[in-house]
């Protein structure tokens, strides 16, 4: 199974941008459909982004579409989370995820299909 660490959370004031970093090892990271999720406090986990193994297919819902951006690099072992013009609803632990798949295409947002999870970074938006 492969091991992940996320890095990049913090406090920034509403209307700001983060970027997030969650790096893999142990295991062929290509081989990985990956994702990112957040819990709020008092909340159920929750699909933020989720990208194919090739990168090439990516899948964000309507509450952060267009705010947030999924990317990985294969040479470097890293997924990316971009996101901009955040808002207070934003803060939460946000979680990488590794899914091990033969699929180059395939996207998957259910919380279920992943075995792999980071220990989460913080991210506190501040109205």
């Known amino acids: 199974q492969v091991q992940l660490v996320e890095s990049g959370g913090g406090q920034v004031q509403a209307g700001g941008s983060l970027r997030l970093s969650c790096a893999a090892s142990g295991d062929t990271f290509s081989n990985y459909a990956m994702a990112w999720f957040r819990q709020a406090p008092g909340k159920e986990r929750e699909f933020v982004a989720g990208?194919?193994?090739?990168?090439?297919?990516?899948y964000l819902p309507d509450s952060v579409k267009g705010r947030f951006f999924i990317s990985r690099d294969n040479a470097e072992n890293t997924v990316y989370l971009q996101m901009s013009n955040l808002k207070p609803e934003d803060t939460a632990v946000y979680y990488c995820?590794?899914?091990?798949?033969?699929?180059?295409?395939?996207?998957?947002?259910?919380?279920?299909?992943?075995?792999?999870w980071g220990q989460g970074t913080q991210v506190i938006v501040s109205s």
């Open positions: 995820a590794a899914h091990w798949t033969q699929s180059l295409i395939v996207v998957i947002s259910v919380e279920l299909g992943y075995k792999s």
């Open positions: 990208i194919s193994r090739n990168g090439g297919n990516t």
